[in-house]
């Protein structure tokens, strides 16, 4: 699980069923508390209450096998250089901005594309911000009102490729339909969930680690599973975002891809048989 904002401890008392006054934060013994609680309950069960209430939770080696990404031709285009290519990016944090650099790196011309009230988080350590965005230019919109919405979907529509991260309701709750723009637009709409754009995880809440933990990538121990990496789920799903994009834009057509952390770090645990060690 990872319990990463505010509201994913305020929500603790009724995903455990516990007393509020019993939990604390994110502190050592918070977390005590909460892998006691947990450690009484069917795993399946806990995941499945964590889902309802919007947070990131999941049994390890969950996923098992999936496709590496799943794209959806929507249109034509003939194919085209990469350099000069034209993305948006809307993800924030790791993913999205990694598979955005990188496509800067060959060429691109990436703007990165942030809410007025909801800036990406990674700006809060400069570095981490910085090296993802070196050389991008930079473009915010006010998504509350309907000239921010409208700017928007303006830009979508003129740029070779979007990258966001949104859950598909996130974006359907401001009218952006994907597949509406996409069939005139951009070439190729890549969206990096935690869990798939398709139901019935289409509203799942997921970061790196529990992401990679749902794909079976972790280390094993005596005592159990341990992480691999920190978040380790986000890096590889920016590194496969960009190969399927340099893949698509070469190919030629329009697309709709679909990037799942999960799915990505099932496909790098080539485990499709035990998310536990063999022998």
């Keep these: 699980m990872t319990l990463a904002r505010p509201d994913d401890w305020a929500a603790l008392p009724a995903w455990l069923g516990c007393d509020p006054s019993a939990l604390g934060q994110s502190t050592p013994e918070g977390w005590e508390l909460v892998e006691r609680l947990v450690a009484r309950r069917d795993a399946a069960e806990v995941v499945a209450a964590a889902v309802v209430l919007g947070m990131a939770a999941a049994v390890v080696g969950e996923v098992r096998s999936a496709d590496l990404t799943r794209m959806q031709r ?9 350099r000069g290519l034209r993305v948006a990016n809307l993800a924030a944090l790791w ?9 800067h790196r060959l060429g691109a011309d990436v703007i990165c594309v942030e809410s007025v009230a909801r800036p990406d988080g990674s700006r809060a350590t400069p570095p981490w911000f910085d090296s993802l965005h070196a050389g991008q230019r930079f473009a915010s919109f006010d998504l509350r009102t309907d000239a ?14 979007v990258i966001e991260g949104s ?17 005139g637009g951009p070439r190729v709409w890549a969206s990096i ?9 289409a509203m799942r809440v997921a970061f790196g680690d529990d992401a990679a933990a749902a794909g ?21 799903a920016g ?16 697309w ?18 035990s998310s536990a060690p063999t022998g």
């Design 256 to 273: 709709l891809v679909d990037v799942a952390l999960a799915a990505v770090a099932a496909a790098a645990a080539d485990r499709p048989d």
């Design 95 to 103: 993913a999205g901005p990694l598979a955005a650099d990188l496509l």
């Design 167 to 183: 859950r598909p309701r996130a974006l359907e709750q401001l009218g952006i339909d994907a597949e509406a723009i996409t069939r």
């Design 148 to 161: 921010g919405v409208e700017g928007l979907v303006t830009m979508l529509s003129e740029v070779d490729v």
């Design 74 to 82: 929507v249109g034509e285009a003939p194919p085209r250089p990469l």
């Design 239 to 254: 590194l496969v975002t960009a190969a399927t994009i340099v893949e698509l834009i070469e190919r030629g057509g329009r």
């Design 216 to 236: 079976g990538l972790v280390g094993w121990r005596p005592g159990g599973p341990v992480f691999l990496a920190d978040a380790v789920a986000d890096p590889l």
């Design 193 to 201: 969930t935690g869990h798939g754009r398709r139901q019935p995880n």
